[in-house]
């Protein structure tokens, strides 16, 4: 029943900027929190940026500076806004939901960074 579902992926040039958002639906949004990670094509999954119900925010260093994690707890929503992207940003971006042992996945979006 829970839900979390991405948009805002797309097509970018190198040094431009792209704003993802995740609805989530089916939870009590405001006790978890909130994370995005993104995928490359043979590579793991890492994590790009949390941020708790408390507004605590981490990145992984390459990001750190050009993208920012925020949460709207009233509209179930969590967005990561991307500047100065890079080619090697281009992946698929999931959405990611935790709490305890409850930990939810959306499908993912994807972001293409190329000239």
């Known amino acids: 029943q829970v839900q979390l579902v991405e948009s805002g992926g797309g097509l970018v040039q190198p040094g431009g900027s792209l704003r993802l958002s995740c609805a989530a639906s089916?939870?009590?949004?405001?006790?978890?929190?909130m994370g995005w990670y993104r995928q490359a094509p043979g590579k793991q999954r890492e994590l790009v940026a949390t941020?708790?119900?408390?507004?605590?925010?981490n990145y992984r260093d390459s990001v750190k500076g050009r993208f920012t994690i925020s949460r709207d707890n009233a509209k179930n929503t969590v967005y990561l806004q991307m500047n100065s992207l890079r080619p090697e940003d281009t992946a698929v971006y999931y959405c990611?939901?935790?709490?305890?042992?409850?930990?939810?996945w959306g499908q993912g979006t994807q972001v293409t960074v190329s000239s």
């Open positions: 990611n939901a935790d709490y305890n042992n409850d930990n939810y």
């Open positions: 941020i708790t119900s408390g507004g605590r925010t």
């Open positions: 089916r939870i009590f949004f405001g006790w978890y929190t």
